[in-house]
């Protein structure tokens, strides 16, 4: 197949970059191995968050995500999310989304932990992934710019002349397709699915980091994997995500004994350690949300969720435990989404342009696919036509798919809490994802944000701003201004 541009991955970044890149003239190749279901954009809970209110600004937002990142966000990354954040709010709904309104009509602004006012956007409360997605995905399908490939995994991308003129893709049933374009935009979501207990859907498991890396392209910052602090903690249904979002209309998290312990909407990785220190201090120990005061109409999939766990929102307390939920590393990017090799690009959760830094803020990640998504959109559509026309090397990718053993390692060594021991023994794993995430982990003598080693308790200042280049087999701290 020929076209200007493929797109690796139909979540939330991948629809919208190739809905851009054909709004600039492109044709696109959109490849998508998962249904929209399973998509970790799918199953958002969170909303996009955006300065919006007449209270709040850009700078303002800038603040809260630089608070949050803990001394390790790209401050020019940072800032182009919080300025041009509304402008995709806009731009969704001129695409037919339609976010959440208040009484008076005006969009109604969510409050998640570590913003200091009401900023994010919801389609359907709860429901905000699955809504917008869809809408998205549908203006794809009928775009005639847009060619979908679905059911089609990418094995491998191309490379001539150390540029990447396309990738090749396996059909469910074998077929293989080898697809040339001037630009390719890995949009293959995050890997917090290699971690055992995780929120996310059951392939997000890096497969994009792993065809970057086996290119020749640059990782970075694999050490920060966000926890989200209140995953379900039942049989039933267990690493269901809770929304932060309710904590913001009030929810409380309480011990066995039901007290409070956290401020329930200070950022993540603060309710996260706090969670895990209370359920460490006791084998039995428990922690538990108190929904009891909520109206429960806003959060239709966590109703829904709960209900088929047999639990009444109304009545019971609902356990949590942390869970994996987000990477903020990835393939480094620049802020247009350009990866380090020629002609490759990266958007949404599977990119890192650092603006995260060690925890990203609630509902910066939705945003992060729109924004982000545009301006490699756009840059992709722009890319420099091909010399070579046809053929290429096709690098050897490993197996995306972990072995459970790994999942289970990643657990008990790259969790919450790390040591110097555990990220060493992970060094051996067969999972060459899991090796990476070692090394950058054992790198980062300190503890920071969602990378936490009881070994190296403290921040070090000698680590502010910086970021862990991962090339080939080649680790070191790079600042990214
Ligand atoms: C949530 O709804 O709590 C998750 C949203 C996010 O990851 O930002």
Redesign the pocket.
């Known amino acids: 197949m020929r076209a200007d541009v493929a797109v690796v991955g139909a979540g939330a970044a991948g629809l919208y970059a190739a809905l851009v890149a054909a709004r600039e003239g492109a044709r696109v190749v959109l490849v998508s191995r998962s249904p929209l279901a399973e998509t970790a954009s799918y199953w958002?809970?969170?909303g996009i968050a955006a300065a919006l209110a007449l209270s709040d600004s850009p700078a303002r937002h800038l603040a809260d995500t630089l608070a949050a990142g803990r001394g390790a966000s790209r401050p020019s990354a940072a800032r182009v999310l919080c300025e041009e954040s509304a402008e995709s709010v806009r731009d969704l709904e001129s695409l037919g989304v339609h976010f959440d309104a208040d009484r008076r009509g005006q969009l109604a602004l969510g409050l998640?932990g570590g913003h200091s006012v009401r900023r994010v956007v919801h389609a359907g409360g709860s429901a905000t992934g699955r809504r917008i997605t869809r809408e998205l995905s549908a203006r794809a399908a009928v775009d005639e710019r847009i060619e979908v490939l679905e059911g089609a995994a990418a094995r491998s991308l191309q490379l001539t002349d150390g540029r990447c003129v396309g990738v090749v893709a396996e059909r469910s049933g074998g077929q293989t397709v080898s697809i040339h374009v001037r630009a390719t935009v890995l949009a293959t979501g995050g890997a917090a699915a290699l971690w055992e207990r995780t929120t996310n859907p059951p392939g997000t498991v890096g497969a994009g980091l792993t065809l970057a890396q086996h290119a020749g392209a640059d990782l970075a910052d694999l050490e920060f994997v966000q926890f989200?602090p209140t995953a379900l903690r039942h049989p039933a249904n267990d690493g269901f995500?809770i929304?932060?979002?309710i904590r913001g209309e009030g929810a409380l998290l309480v011990d066995d004994s039901g007290e409070r312990f956290v401020d329930e909407l200070a950022p993540r990785d603060q309710v996260a350690l706090a969670i895990e220190h209370v359920m460490r201090s006791d084998t039995d120990a428990g922690v538990f949300l108190d929904l009891r005061r909520i109206d429960m109409t806003h959060f239709p999939n966590v109703a829904a969720a709960l209900k088929r766990a047999g639990l009444d929102p109304g009545r019971d307390l609902i356990p949590v435990a942390p869970a994996a939920?987000?990477t903020m590393g990835g393939i480094a990017t620049d802020l247009d989404g350009r990866a380090s090799l020629d002609g490759l690009f990266a958007v949404g959760e599977c990119a890192c342009n650092g603006m995260h830094g060690a925890n990203?803020l609630?509902?910066?990640?939705l945003a992060e696919c729109f924004v982000f998504g545009r301006r490699a959109g756009a840059a992709a559509a722009a890319a420099a036509p091909l010399e070579a026309t046809i053929g290429g090397f096709v690098p050897d990718t490993p197996d995306p798919v972990p072995p459970p053993a790994t999942r289970a390692a990643l657990w008990r060594n790259a969790g919450l809490v790390r040591t110097a021991d555990g990220l060493r023994e992970l060094l051996d794993d067969p999972f060459p994802l899991a090796r990476t995430i070692a090394a950058a982990a054992l790198a980062r003598e300190e503890s920071r944000g969602a990378h936490q080693r009881s070994d190296r308790p403290a921040p070090d200042p000698a680590y502010d701003g910086q970021h862990m280049l991962i090339r080939g087999g080649e680790i070191r701290l790079e600042r990214w201004d």
Do not use: F, I, V
């Open positions: 958002a809970q969170g998640e989200h995500l929304t932060e979002a939920h987000y990203r609630a509902s910066n990640s």
